[in-house]
Nanobody
Framework: VQLVESGGGLVQPGGSLRLSCAAS????????MGWYRQAPGKQRELVAR???????NYADSVKGRFTISRDNAKNTVYLQMNSLKVEDTAVYYC?????????WGQGTQVTVSS
């Protein structure tokens, strides 16, 4: 499974961004996809995840502001981020779960700053 993220960038507080993650390879075996982030000096943390059947879960810090969705026809998962805060600044990574194996994208930088 290969994952390619896009959509990061610089945005002011209160702004919005949409991240995309395009999957290729053995995509039929993917059971869950998600977004993680890692800020400087901090551990990587789960932001949002979507599981087969469209069940979703979110970190408490992003509930009500971020939405994860997917387009099966395009093999793509999205993360719509609204009302961004300075503390959302991080490298965002796409993740795919296949059985017990995890796959990661290269990461995309999101910077929230005035």
């Amino acid at each position: 499974v290969q994952l390619v993220e896009s959509g990061g960038g610089l945005v002011q507080p209160g702004g919005s961004l949409r991240l995309s993650c395009a999957a290729s390879g053995s995509i039929r075996s993917i059971s869950a996809m998600g977004w993680y982030r890692q800020a400087p000096g901090k551990q990587r943390e789960l932001v949002a995840r979507i599981i087969s059947g469209d069940s979703t879960n979110y970190a408490d810090s992003v509930k009500g502001r971020f939405t994860i969705s997917r387009d099966n026809a395009k093999n793509t998962v999205y993360l719509q981020m609204n009302s961004l805060k300075v503390e959302d600044t991080a490298v965002y990574y796409c993740n795919a779960l296949v059985l017990i194996f995890e796959y990661w994208g290269q990461g995309t930088q999101v910077t929230v700053s005035s």
